[in-house]
């Protein structure tokens, strides 16, 4: 079975990856996107039409630092500042698009329908596809698909009683762009995560009457300004913190964190400990809760005509109702046999692809949560799929595929207290690297650059890091790598203040952790 042509849905984050990884392997990609340009979640509309899937607002500024966000062999600009304001993402992948000549194979407007086996499937694996382009429908086949449309195509909308009965506007978050059209008014977010901290503070700034934050169990507030005063993920991902155990690592950032933030004394705390919680990352809730703009709250028990009453028997007139209560997954372009719509049914090997088909022909990109950023784990999951397409990696019985998955849905359940899709990125990647080729390793540098072996073990496992070694390696890989500390603080150091201060381990201690590692990667195994 030879796979030559490859159709892609969607040309957001995961997309684009998916499409440069086909041409890399002299695939032949066909992308299918709905839209007028590419970018998925990242095109900023404020027309009133977002109804579904996620969108970005005005003070959206990315929770994951540029050189850990970025793909693998496309850096940002040097210019670009540390963390990247949603508005500014978008020229980025603007610019993957026409560095890499992707655009030739985006086909905009066009929206995917239906996704099916081809009568010929059970010998050739291949797919027909059915696409309304201008308001005609075609069919086309293909020898392998890649849906791409990810995880944060449809909201999440609870509902509680007497919410048909309330008088003021219920919206989520996906439709919410800026705070000016809440002045006066009395706001209630629901949500502990992300989008939830930053449209509490964003329309804190505005709302002349009072921000409510509703959390069911509470959250763990992370800022984004770590150790030393560097971006907290460059600290959090590195591969040696995996190896440590994770009592060790969990105490050590509580630690941190704590002595920054009195989450008991705010009302955010958590009912479930770091890393088994919904966490936030926010720089400025702290500040809106110390100077009582926003208030944190349990969560809603039911609605009045009027607004709200929370579990804690407490009510309050609200105006608002702003749900920042996340997505479902769904593709509703596929049988749910293939993509099942319920996260407790859902079965994808490495979140990637279906084991109960015949044929490995369909490979779901985006289809993840990680700790950091999504862009990195989305390019190896398209990496991976071409060298499987091309059969050059190949996949676990049935059987197996579905005990790990099982084993997966299992470990997370009793973390989380919920069916979640979601793995640690370093991990994460590191096991998808390592089935391309692509894993850089200690032992591989040793001898040869024991500086960029330090680095790979001790530094931010960069996305570059996977363009070291293995397939389609990028020229620029090792300079990334060694010099990431200075490309943060070239673009933030725009005033001569003097000496610089040193950011690295003294020496004697980077000599010690050496010899610990050789000894580990000489005897140990």
Same mark, same amino acid.
């Given at each position: 079975? @030879? ?20 041409? &890399?392997?002299g ?15 990242w ?5 009133g ?11 959206? @500024? ?27 993402l ?7 698009v026409e ?27 291949? !797919?027909?596809?059915?696409?309304? =382009? ?19 195509s ?6 509680y ?21 809440f ?28 921000? /409510? ?6 959250? !763990? ?13 460059? /600290? ?9 155990? &994770? ?26 400990e ?27 028990d ?6 709200i @009453?929370?579990?804690?028997?407490t009510?309050?007139?609200?105006? @608002? ?18 993509? =099942? ?17 015949q044929?490995?022909?369909?490979a ?22 071409? =060298?499987?397409f091309?059969?050059?990696c190949?996949?676990p ?12 849905k ?17 991990? /994460? =990647? ?32 960069l ?21 990431c !500390?200075?490309? /943060? ?15 690295? !381990? ?20």
């Amino acid at each position: 079975m @030879v796979i030559r042509s490859v159709c892609i849905i969607g040309s957001g984050v995961s997309g684009l990856v998916a499409i440069k990884s086909c041409l &890399e392997e002299g695939l032949e990609p066909t992308c299918f996107d709905k839209n007028e340009e590419i970018g998925g979640v990242w095109i900023f509309q404020d027309d009133g039409k977002q109804t579904e899937g996620s969108s970005f607002y005005d003070c959206l @500024v990315t929770n994951s630092s540029r050189e850990m966000m970025c793909y693998s062999d496309f850096p940002f600009p040097k210019d670009a500042p540390p963390y990247i304001p949603g508005k500014d993402l978008l020229k980025y992948y603007q610019d993957y698009v026409e560095h890499f000549k992707l655009k030739p194979y985006i086909q905009f407007k066009s929206e995917v329908t239906r996704v099916e086996q081809a009568e010929d499937y059970a010998t050739t694996g291949r !797919w027909r596809v059915t696409v309304i =382009q201008n308001g005609v429908e075609s069919v086309h086949t293909f020898d392998a698909v890649m849906p791409c449309t990810g995880y944060f195509s449809i909201s999440n909308r609870p509902t509680y009683p007497g919410q048909e009965e309330y008088e003021g506007l219920i919206m989520h978050s996906n439709e919410y762009r800026g705070n000016k059209m809440f002045q006066d008014k009395t706001v209630v977010v629901v949500g502990g995560s992300h989008s939830a901290g930053d449209i509490s503070v964003d329309t804190s700034l505005t709302a002349d009457q009072q921000v /409510y934050l509703s959390m069911r169990s509470g959250t !763990w507030v992370i800022t984004r300004n770590g150790p030393f005063g560097w971006p907290r993920d460059l /600290y959090m991902n590195r591969r040696i913190n995996f190896k440590l155990p &994770e009592f060790y690592r969990r105490n050590l950032m509580k630690k941190e964190l704590l002595s920054k933030m009195n989450l008991d004394n705010l009302g955010l705390q958590s009912e479930r400990e770091l890393f088994c919680s919904e966490v936030m990352v926010n720089d400025l809730i702290q500040s809106r809760i110390f100077c009582g703009k926003v208030k944190a709250k349990p969560g809603i028990d039911h609605f009045t005509k009027t607004g709200i @009453v929370f579990t804690d028997g407490t009510e309050v007139k609200a105006d @608002v109702v702003i749900y920042a209560t996340g997505y479902k997954l769904r593709a509703p372009y596929m049988d749910t046999s293939i993509i =099942q719509e319920s996260l407790k049914d859902l079965e994808l090997y490495k979140f990637v692809f279906p084991p109960r088909l015949q044929h490995p022909t369909c490979a779901c990109i985006g289809y993840l949560m990680t700790i950091g950023a999504h862009g990195p784990a989305f390019e190896l999951q398209a990496r991976w799929a071409v =060298q499987v397409f091309k059969g050059r990696c190949s996949l676990p019985s049935t059987e197996q595929m579905l005990r790990e998955i099982r084993f997966i849905k299992k470990v997370q359940y009793q973390r989380f207290g919920k069916h979640i899709v979601f793995m640690p990125s370093v991990p /994460y =990647q590191d096991d998808l690297a390592s089935r391309i080729g692509a894993l850089p390793t200690f032992k591989q540098f040793m001898f040869s650059d024991p500086g960029l072996a330090f680095r790979v073990i001790f530094g931010p496992a960069l996305p570059s890091s996977y363009r070291l070694v293995g397939p389609h390696p990028w020229k620029g890989a090792r300079d990334s790598v060694l010099n990431c !500390w200075d490309t /943060y603080a070239n673009a933030t150091r725009t005033r001569n203040v003097g000496k610089r201060s040193d950011n690295s !381990w003294p020496i004697p201690l980077q000599i010690a952790l050496l010899l610990v590692v050789i000894s580990i990667v000489l005897f140990a195994t």
